[in-house]
């Protein structure tokens, strides 16, 4: 009984955290490009460690109380609260303590990492407390978007490429999130939520998330104006663009913009590794 028990929290524990290679992979690639423009020679360091340690817990902690927050609009969805594999008290402390940990590691990089990571702190505290309004939307991207810029002020000076690799960022996960809240329409609205993209309708939310894919490609291609590198990203591009016009299926569109980030951040970042960095 208690080895079941024990396999089904520690399942839960997985599905909380989104420790899936896919849902894992998107966030890691947020971070790690912006890493590898600010310094590709220096991925072993130890301050590198703090930091990517830095980014799982925040991440963990984050997850856990976006699941705890939104328990109510979950409960058509496989979520570790709404399935009772752990109950919602523990996920609220869990949150709360891997966010505190990772503030505390943070401070193991430098001042200007921790002051990062703390403002990623308060978008998200802005995006629960308004979690019932379209302006939450805004918050949370603007929060996961934080993930760049603690990827590249870990070396990165304040320059021009932060501010670009930020806008890519938080143009894709918008376009993300309205795809994602137009699939969960009805769930939402049951629970009393009223995302932006509800606010948009369907055929206004698909044309913002197309510009906005179109707009995050431009500003993560200017760092480097190098025909190659257009050659081989405007396929995916491409990719990304007719899967959210044309495909049916709102699960298809998102999980088209999940695979175009993965792929662009790959071939982007295996470019700028060899080139030896944006600065």
Do not use: C
């Not at 997985?14 to 971070?31: E, K, T, W």
């Not at 403002?119 to 302006?135: C, D, E, M, Q, T």
């Not at 603690?150 to 996960?173: K, N, S």
Request: net charge positive; hydrophobic share 50%.
């Amino acid at each position: 009984m208690s080895n079941s028990y024990g396999r089904h929290y520690a399942t839960a524990l997985v599905n909380l955290n989104r420790l899936a290679p896919r849902n894992l992979g998107i966030d890691l690639a947020i971070f790690l490009l912006p890493l590898i423009y600010s310094a590709p020679t220096r991925l072993t360091d130890t301050h590198t460690a703090y930091a990517i340690l830095t980014f799982l817990l925040a991440r963990g902690g984050g997850l856990a109380l976006d699941d705890y927050i939104d328990r109510d609009a979950d409960t058509l969805k496989n979520r570790p609260i709404t399935r009772g594999h752990i109950p919602a008290k523990t996920t609220l402390i869990l949150g709360i303590t891997l966010l505190t940990a990772g503030l505390f590691v943070s401070t193991y990089v430098h001042t200007t990492f921790t002051l990062i990571v703390a403002g990623s702190y308060a978008a998200l505290a802005i995006s629960f407390l308004l979690s019932r309004h379209w302006v939450s939307t805004i918050a949370t991207v603007s929060a996961v978007s934080t993930l760049s810029l603690m990827g590249w002020f870990v070396y990165g000076p304040l320059a021009i490429a932060a501010i670009l690799l930020y806008a890519a960022t938080w143009f894709w996960d918008l376009s993300h999130d309205i795809i994602g809240d137009l699939r969960d329409t009805e769930q939402d609205r049951r629970a009393g939520f009223t995302t932006l993209a509800h606010v948009l309708g369907p055929r206004t939310g698909v044309h913002i998330a197309t510009g906005a894919i179109i707009l995050s490609y431009f500003a993560l291609t200017t760092l480097h104006r190098n025909l190659a590198l257009l050659l081989l990203t405007l396929p995916l591009l491409l990719y990304a663009y007719l899967a959210v016009r044309l495909r049916r299926s709102w699960s298809g569109k998102r999980r088209a913009l999940e695979n175009y980030l993965i792929s662009i951040s790959a071939v982007i970042g295996i470019y700028v590794f060899a080139l030896g960095g944006a600065v």
